[in-house]
């Protein structure tokens, strides 16, 4: 069982770029943390929405962090690309 979990994390981090490993880390957390706030809610009602605002803060992390790559991407790495491609032909 052990094994196959780390074959399964050795693929997953051969395969991602370290952008997505951080999207999906942030959507792990949230998830987690949802999950767990809603466990630890039923017992202690203040704690559990403690934890829930962790878990909506890193909700909106992955949020802010797609659009903020999103535009880099769309702005900035496509004309860095394009004027790779343009000086590489010139020499």
Request: hydrophobic share 55%; glycine share 4%; proline share 0%.
């Amino acid at each position: 069982m052990f094994e196959s979990i780390k074959e399964t994390l050795v693929t997953w981090n051969s395969k991602n770029d370290e952008r997505a490993k951080l999207q999906q880390a942030y959507l792990a957390i949230a998830f987690v943390m949802l999950i767990i706030a809603g466990i630890i809610g039923l017992l202690n009602r203040d704690l559990g929405q403690n934890l829930l605002l962790v878990a909506i803060i890193s909700a909106g992390m992955f949020l802010v962090n797609a659009v903020v790559w999103s535009l880099l991407q769309s702005a900035l790495f496509a004309r860095l690309s394009v004027r790779r491609a343009t000086n590489t032909r010139k020499k």
